[in-house]
């Protein structure tokens, strides 16, 4: 529909249908709940898991996150998530989305039809410490791909993963734009193409990436995961022992 250029026309968002609204605000209130204990359970990520923007996605099957910073969530599927279970899927999308996942799969040529292959690598890049940072009945739910699940070495970065399962069709969800850099439809963009703005532009997204691994240098290092540490570590121009 054509936009009016009345200058008297409110800026207010139409009114959601009553089952939209409703979706939402489930959403939203998961989200809260999740926020909470994700925030005490992992302070040094707290500026990244409160930036991102929830909206509820029903149909999705699941999550996904766009390069803006928006992170879509289906309703059906984490109405019944404990805070915990929903913390881990905040701290994993955040995660993506610090470590530049996107841009990498871009520098290294990801294509459309290798995004699931990526997806799955990236997953085990940050899956190899969290998944033990959460309860076994967790894990038992959330199923989250780790270097074990796909008979491949501990403690490497996604290209790497992605070496090994290029050219394999991986039955994994696809997480978004967020995760490949492959915008699907809906994905918002820096420009603010799509059906959802940016949450967070490009600038504001690096500076996330800046206090975030200033918070991990800051906090004791034996209670951060050993490959956050070390992408923090890289982000700040430290050597790693």
Not at 16 to 22: R, V
Not at 75 to 97: I, M
Not at 183 to 205: F, I, N, Y
Request: charged share 25%; proline share 6%; with cysteine.
């Amino acid at each position: 529909m054509q936009r009016s250029r009345r200058c008297c026309q409110s800026s207010k968002k139409p009114a959601l249908p009553d089952s939209d609204a409703a979706s939402a605000a489930l959403v939203a209130s998961q989200v809260a709940a999740a926020r909470l204990w994700a925030c005490s359970r992992w302070p040094y990520l707290a500026h990244a898991m409160l930036a991102m923007q929830p909206h509820a996605a029903p149909g999705l099957g699941g999550f996904a996150v766009d390069e803006g910073w928006n992170l879509y969530l289906d309703p059906t599927v984490v109405k019944d998530w404990t805070p915990s279970q929903l913390g881990f899927v905040l701290n994993h999308v955040a995660q993506h989305l610090l470590r530049g996942h996107a841009d990498r799969a871009r520098g290294f040529g990801v294509t459309h039809e290798e995004r699931l292959a990526w997806n799955m690598a990236a997953d085990a890049e940050i899956n190899d410490d969290l998944a033990r940072e959460i309860s076994p009945q967790d894990r038992r739910l959330l199923k989250p791909v780790t270097p074990r699940h796909i008979d491949l070495e501990r403690g490497k970065l996604a290209e790497y993963y992605y070496t090994k399962l290029r050219g394999s069709d991986p039955s994994v969800p696809d997480e978004g734009s967020g995760v490949h850099g492959q915008a699907a439809p809906g994905d918002s963009g820096d420009s603010g193409d799509g059906s959802e703005e940016p949450a967070v532009s490009q600038m504001e997204a690096e500076a996330l990436r800046q206090q975030t691994a200033d918070a991990i240098e800051d906090y004791d290092q034996g209670k951060v995961p050993a490959g956050l540490a070390r992408w923090a570590q890289a982000r700040l121009g430290r050597s790693s022992d």
